[in-house]
């Protein structure tokens, strides 16, 4: 992350992307980069934005029967070390822990990349019997993985995120797990972040280190690349030997649990931004916008005692109806100032309430994602605000699916395949014959990589696009964050 001065303007989507969307974390005030090389520092607005997240997802797992517990932050190497394939895809983004004050550890630690390893030797001690499953286990937490280039909310060295680890008797129960969650994901992502996704199976090279099976949904960023928004694993009995998480069975004898893993992080702030910005700055879906409502008065006469008494009822009546709203009153700034602030910050809708507008025993509303303007009567508002608010989250994924659908093409041949890859080319959907070295030519010739398979899809009836063998599947490729 380079340390750049304060952003007085948002660079064009058109001109730089990357600079628009790093233009957009700073000067809406979302993060900030942090002395920590790859570190940054979530500041009130972004924190408000995940706070909004965790809340509504914490929700959806407790409503499926998940609890919350949290684990230590710190792991020793030994742990780290029992499952051969963890170890190796993770020890290249291990931060260590070699000194404690002023004497050296006996023993190493590393800071958590993820605790797959320590729920396995807790769940080991708290797992006998049949009756102990199935374990369902969340936490929120942060974790550290040590990478070479960072963007804030992508990818950082330092992130927050929600972990679920659970255990079951039977290896049905532990995919029906995998799978109820991959659901859960892709509701939420669409429903409250207005993102659609594709959900599907990762490639054997692409799942999750020590997994049996992973799956993932994938969004359609507004430059054409792709971004995981979230992952869930079935780990199989691959933990559960490494650690000895056994139980005694109905049968009585002894068994081998299956578990799984889960977990979406802030890069999902990120996701929001590039889904749906523009260059005049966020657009945020009511469903996690810290504000779905700014007032701002029109100074004008002797407003204090006409228009703010106004002003001040209705954000009043607003909040007693259960939506988020600012009153912005301040004096040192100018209406038009405050426009375009809140519309850079991605508020849902605007209310301008002036001498004109009490007159008329009404509101002027602006919408944030349309722009679309109207005059709404201040008898029953808060009800209509909810309507129009439902509505921005609604023809926000509606317009998000369109992106994503128009930027989704299929190839049959590599040529093909080669020529759309190049410059912004969304999802490719192109048969495959799921063989590690095509998909590695395919990545290494394109930067194209297998973001997933979806279910339910029909046959191949075309060869594989790299080699010209039968094809088994289709997979979506695309460039990726």
Not at 79 to 91: C, I
Not at 273 to 287: A, E, N, Q, R, Y
Not at 436 to 451: D, F, H, M, P, V
Request: proline share 5%; hydrophobic share 40%.
């Amino acid at each position: 992350m380079k340390k750049d001065s304060f952003v007085t303007e948002i660079t064009p989507q058109s001109t730089d992307f990357s600079r628009w969307y790093l233009d957009i974390v700073r000067k809406a005030e979302l993060a900030d980069y942090s002395p920590v090389k790859g570190c940054m520092v979530i500041r009130p607005y972004g924190y408000a934005i995940w706070e909004l997240i965790q809340r509504q997802l914490d929700d959806r797992f407790k409503a499926t029967g998940h609890v919350n517990a949290y684990f230590p932050l710190f792991i020793p190497e030994s742990l780290l070390m029992r499952e051969a394939e963890h170890v190796e895809g993770f020890a290249p983004q291990v931060a260590w822990v070699t000194r404690g004050g002023t004497e050296e550890l006996e023993e190493r630690l590393i800071v958590r990349p993820t605790s797959e390893t320590i729920f396995g030797v807790m769940y080991q001690k708290w797992i006998q019997s049949w009756r102990d499953l199935p374990l369902l286990i969340n936490q929120w937490a942060n974790v550290v993985r040590w990478e070479k280039v960072t963007r804030p909310f992508l990818r950082t060295t330092e992130f927050l995120w929600q972990e679920g680890h659970t255990a079951h008797e039977t290896a049905d129960e532990a995919q029906q797990e995998t799978l109820m969650i991959l659901d859960l994901y892709t509701e939420f992502a669409e429903n409250v972040l207005a993102m659609p996704v594709v959900k599907g199976q990762k490639s054997e090279s692409e799942k999750f280190a020590g997994a049996s099976k992973t799956y993932s949904i994938e969004g359609l960023m507004g430059d054409g690349r792709a971004l995981q928004a979230g992952t869930s694993h079935n780990l199989g009995q691959n933990f559960a030997k490494a650690f000895d998480i056994q139980f005694q069975g109905r049968d009585k004898t002894m068994q081998h649990c299956w578990t799984t893993s889960w977990g979406v992080s802030t890069r999902l702030i990120g996701g929001v931004i590039m889904t749906h910005g523009d260059d005049s700055g966020l657009i945020l879906p009511p469903m996690v916008a810290p504000w779905q409502v700014v007032i701002v008065p029109i100074p004008r006469g002797d407003w204090k005692t006409t228009v703010l008494p106004t002003c001040e009822a209705i954000r009043d009546q607003l909040k007693a109806a259960g939506i988020r709203v600012r009153l912005d009153a301040d004096e040192s700034q100018t209406p038009g100032w405050k426009f375009a602030e809140y519309e850079m910050r991605g508020v849902p809708l605007r209310l301008e309430i002036g001498p004109k507008d009490i007159e008329k025993s009404a509101v002027f509303a602006a919408r944030r994602d349309t722009r679309q303007k109207q005059s709404l009567p201040m008898d029953g508002l808060s009800d209509q605000i909810k309507t129009l608010l439902a509505d921005i989250q609604s023809s926000m994924l509606v317009k998000a699916r369109l992106f994503r659908d128009e930027h989704t093409t299929r190839a049959a041949t590599y040529d093909e395949f080669k020529q759309i890859m190049d410059g912004r080319p969304g999802f490719v959907i192109s048969s495959w014959c799921q063989s590690t070295q095509c998909e590695a030519e395919i990545k290494a010739e394109t930067q194209a990589t297998i973001r997933n398979m979806p279910f339910d899809q029909d046959a191949p009836t075309a060869p594989c696009i790299k080699c010209g063998k039968p094809a088994t599947v289709y997979a979506w490729f695309a460039k990726a964050y």
